[in-house]
């Protein structure tokens, strides 16, 4: 246990116990069995690339005028890209960023958050700062690390515009997730007419559509209970692909390895000029799906991850583009469906068959994606509130979210039947993929300077190589919007003003609770009982804020003709992490002297943390932590009196009760007692002038209407060791638990000023106001019952 203190070094050292320990090495068997799992997970959708590569690379004028010299372009093209992207850049350099074993465009963000003031993100503002950002033992910092820093922290429009840039990519990552299922099963179904030329593209396409419906119809089953299928599946397709590929490299054209020289990139660019150029939007599609062994690092190992990339996916795929290249130049024809044309006619329908589960699983793995992402945004307070099951109690990351499901299988439906072929998709998907990839090199290169310390020439060095590069590529890509390039760019542009308006409308509404928060005075001068009449058990009053009490307290007051006998301010934080140890969730303060009975909890979430579907497991912790934080408050020395906290609301990190094991003895209510009885003993207990003993009340006669067995661990060998204002509060906390919990919150309405501008009218009394209409309130969200919760209005005017 460890109290918030006013120093720095003290927040640190009670918040950050989980990210100053050193991580274990996994053993080789861990190693080896991450890296067979992360072959269904990670690599489904770089994996089936082959499937339409070549022929959305021969496009226009350079598919007319087709050579088996620009065939040796495009494949040394291919292996220079592979070589670049996936394996120097993601498997060397930038899983090495990872965030606590995390990764994705939200791990780096929150990794350069805790290491500089940058977060603009709700319940991370200067106000509660020290409660909301675990922070990293930081190296020594260089001079020009600090530059970089403090230019950043110093100007707000800095800030800002690195949270755009962050939900920029985190768009594009939920339009691949709409694109990837379209482009991977149409590709794999098109293989029919290889066989069938004589079958209709509309048989096709409707094939297509029912695999993708019942495909987004499973997704609620989890994938852990499907998951089992996929890492077979991947590796038998690559093992396919690659042997495929080195059959055709044998029979056709051994000889097309000398294209994996650089030379001929040059000679291509050379020979073909403005169409080579144009070209690079289908050969970016070779790496669709590198972003994923960075984002899904949390599920698997770094060391797996780079296991099956360099000595199962690397060679598999390049052996496969070759194995196409040499069948291609020898049958310029072919470029339609050029992968299913290069199969050989004894194993097509084998590899039909493999290529089209391998699509499936590809788009499982981006669906799984985008759900988590979206998870990610809503917990720090950029995306609507909607539904999240978890679909696995084991892992984390498996998610299921409805809304978003559905609307995601519209969209690939409406795609899929109004473009009917994978060039104008691939157009669509190119662009997703190389502005994902180029948020993530510009977010890398700050970590170099502002997390690794690493001087601003090697960011620099790494930026301008990358970028450029992908910079070339989304110039090619950008070239196309016009054929199907501009679908990403309006869903991310849907996407982004929904996540925005939100953000800045929950950001304005918390600051209006942070400036009209009621004074201790105000508090104070109510006495004991608040002015009203106190009646039994816990009220929890569900606020944003972690210092002062919340205006809305106020309205509960003036409203309502009592209150509970125990009170608590409860704050639900997403903090920049992906997890939180249970022992470091909940931060507990006392609000004014003891004998108001007043608290305030804290509880700390990460953005990949469930806050559970059980109501009741949730006030059992929460009492749990109060009453550790009574035991311990007198008898620590370095938790402050109860007089200091009611000023300046300090609070101390609660967790180490976990239970009534946790202790030898205990304090509890009758096992069972009748209505009548238990009746009596509240009014006692409430009316009387002194406490009465508490006793186990048995009567054969007696109808049993109520049981309880609800127990408080002690931090004594002995009940009647502890003293008695501490016996005091704590039997008055187990009366107010099995009197019951009540659940206040604010039904707010959020409104701009008349003094506004009409853009900020716009934004926030039509869209903003739209977009919580039509969410799920805050109370579903976090689960509460609605038997339990009341429910005040109050209107904002931000």
């Known amino acids: 246990m460890s109290v918030v203190s006013d120093s720095n070094a003290a927040q640190c050292s009670c918040s950050c116990r989980n990210l100053q320990t050193p991580l274990l090495q996994p053993s080789i068997a861990v190693v080896l069995t991450l890296a067979y799992q992360s072959l269904g997970v990670v690599y489904g959708d770089l994996s089936v690339s082959p499937l339409y590569v070549f022929q959305s690379t021969f496009l226009g004028d350079l598919r007319n005028s087709v050579t088996d010299e620009y065939i040796y372009g495009v494949l040394s093209l291919i292996f220079w890209t592979l070589t670049l992207i996936p394996l120097i850049k993601y498997v060397i350099i930038v899983?090495?960023?990872?965030?606590?074993?995390?990764?994705?465009?939200?791990?780096?963000?929150?990794?350069?958050?805790?290491?500089?003031?940058?977060?603009?993100?709700?319940?991370?503002?200067?106000?509660?700062?020290e409660l909301s950002i675990y922070r990293l033992v930081e190296p020594p910092e260089t001079p020009r690390g600090r530059t970089v820093r403090k230019l950043l922290e110093k100007h707000r429009i800095l800030r800002t515009g690195l949270l755009i840039i962050v939900l920029l990519g985190t768009c594009m990552v939920i339009g691949d997730g709409v694109l990837t299922p379209s482009i991977s099963v149409l590709s794999a179904i098109s293989g029919i007419s290889v066989a069938a030329p004589q079958l209709h593209q509309n048989i096709v396409i409707l094939v297509s559509c029912i695999i993708l419906v019942l495909l987004f119809s499973l997704q609620h089953i989890g994938t852990r209970r499907i998951s089992f299928l996929f890492a077979p599946i991947v590796l038998t397709w690559l093992f396919c692909n690659g042997g495929i590929g080195l059959y055709n490299l044998i029979a056709y054209n051994p000889s097309i390895v000398r294209a994996l020289s650089p030379y001929y990139t040059f000679k291509f660019f050379k020979v073909s000029g403005r169409d080579g150029w144009i070209s690079?939007?289908?050969?970016?599609?070779?790496?669709?799906?590198?972003?994923?062994?960075?984002?899904d690092l949390g599920h698997f190992c770094r060391r797996s991850i780079k296991a099956v990339f360099i000595l199962i996916v690397y060679p598999s795929l390049l052996l496969g583009y070759m194995g196409q290249a040499a069948y291609l130049s020898?049958?310029?024809?072919?470029?339609?469906?050029?992968?299913?044309?290069?199969?050989?006619?004894?194993?097509?329908?084998?590899?039909?068959?493999?290529?089209?589960?391998?699509?499936?699983?590809?788009?499982?793995?981006?669906?799984?994606?985008?759900?988590?992402i979206v998870r990610q945004c809503q917990a720090l307070g950029c995306f609507p509130w909607v539904k999240v099951v978890h679909t696995s109690n084991s892992i984390y990351g498996q998610v299921y979210i409805p809304e978003v499901n559905w609307i995601m299988l519209i969209l690939s439906l409406s795609i899929t039947v109004g473009f009917k072929s994978t060039i104008e998709i691939g157009n669509a998907y190119g662009i997703a993929v190389i502005v994902v990839m180029l948020v993530t090199t510009f977010l890398t290169s700050l970590v170099i300077v502002v997390v690794w310390q690493r001087s601003i020439f090697v960011a620099c060095i790494f930026l301008l190589i990358y970028g450029s590069v992908e910079s070339l590529y989304l110039s090619s890509a950008l070239f196309k919007v016009p054929q199907g390039g501009w679908v990403p760019l309006v869903?991310?542009?849907?996407?982004?003003?929904?996540?925005y308006m939100w953000h800045y409308g929950t950001t304005k509404k918390y600051k209006f609770d942070l400036q009209n928060k009621v004074s201790m005075k105000w508090l104070l001068t109510l006495g004991p009982s608040l002015g009203v009449v106190r009646v039994p058990g816990i009220g929890l009053i569900f606020t944003e804020l972690v210092t002062g009490v919340p205006a809305i307290f106020s309205h509960f007051v003036t409203n309502l003709p009592a209150f509970h006998q125990v009170l608590v301010f409860v704050c639900m934080k997403s903090v920049a992490v992906p997890f939180v140890p249970p022992n470091e969730r909940y931060l507990v303060g006392r609000v004014g002297p003891r004998d108001y009975r007043m608290?305030?909890?804290?509880?700390?979430?990460?953005?990949?943390?469930?806050?559970?579907?059980?109501?009741?497991?949730?006030?059992?912790?929460?009492?749990?932590?109060?009453?550790?934080?009574?035991?311990?408050?007198?008898?620590?020395?370095?938790?402050?009196?109860?007089?200091e906290m009611s000023l300046d609301g300090r609070m101390t990190v609660m967790g180490t009760v976990t239970g009534s094991t946790a202790s030898k003895a205990s304090l509890s209510f009758p096992v069972s007692e009748t209505r009548s009885e238990r009746v009596t003993r509240i009014m006692q207990t409430f009316c009387g002038d002194s406490f009465q003993s508490f006793k186990t009340?048995?009567?054969?006669?007696?109808?049993?209407?109520?049981?309880?067995?609800?127990?408080?661990?002690?931090?004594?060998?002995?009940?009647?060791?502890?003293?008695?204002?501490?016996?005091?509060?704590?039997?008055?906390?187990?009366?107010?638990?099995?009197?019951?919990?009540?659940?206040?919150m604010g039904h707010s309405f959020v409104k701009a000023k008349k003094s506004?501008?009409?853009?900020?009218?716009?934004?926030?009394?039509?869209?903003?106001?739209?977009?919580?209409?039509?969410?799920?309130?805050?109370?579903?969200?976090?689960?509460?019952?609605?038997i339990s919760l009341l429910e005040v209005g109050m209107v904002y005017y931000v």
């Open 95 to 129: 899983l090495s960023a990872d965030d606590n074993g995390e990764g994705g465009t939200f791990a780096l963000y929150s990794l350069l958050c805790r290491h500089a003031k940058l977060s603009s993100i709700l319940n991370q503002q200067s106000a509660d700062m």
């Open 280 to 295: 690079l939007g289908g050969v970016l599609l070779c790496v669709t799906g590198s972003e994923a062994m960075y984002a």
């Open 330 to 372: 020898k049958n310029l024809d072919d470029l339609d469906s050029a992968f299913f044309r290069s199969v050989p006619k004894p194993v097509f329908w084998p590899v039909f068959i493999t290529a089209t589960l391998a699509s499936v699983v590809g788009s499982q793995a981006v669906i799984s994606a985008t759900f988590s």
């Open 491 to 499: 869903l991310v542009g849907i996407l982004m003003c929904i996540m």
């Open 599 to 643: 608290y305030r909890c804290v509880v700390r979430y990460g953005y990949k943390d469930s806050t559970g579907n059980d109501d009741s497991e949730f006030e059992n912790q929460l009492v749990f932590n109060l009453a550790e934080f009574i035991q311990t408050e007198n008898s620590a020395p370095w938790i402050p009196s109860s007089s």
């Open 697 to 744: 009340v048995s009567s054969p006669c007696a109808t049993l209407d109520w049981q309880a067995n609800f127990e408080i661990p002690l931090f004594v060998e002995h009940e009647n060791e502890i003293d008695s204002e501490m016996r005091k509060e704590l039997i008055d906390l187990i009366e107010a638990k099995e009197a019951g919990v009540a659940y206040l």
């Open 756 to 786: 506004s501008s009409w853009l900020k009218k716009f934004a926030i009394n039509f869209v903003y106001t739209f977009l919580r209409r039509n969410c799920r309130e805050p109370a579903m969200a976090f689960h509460i019952p609605h």
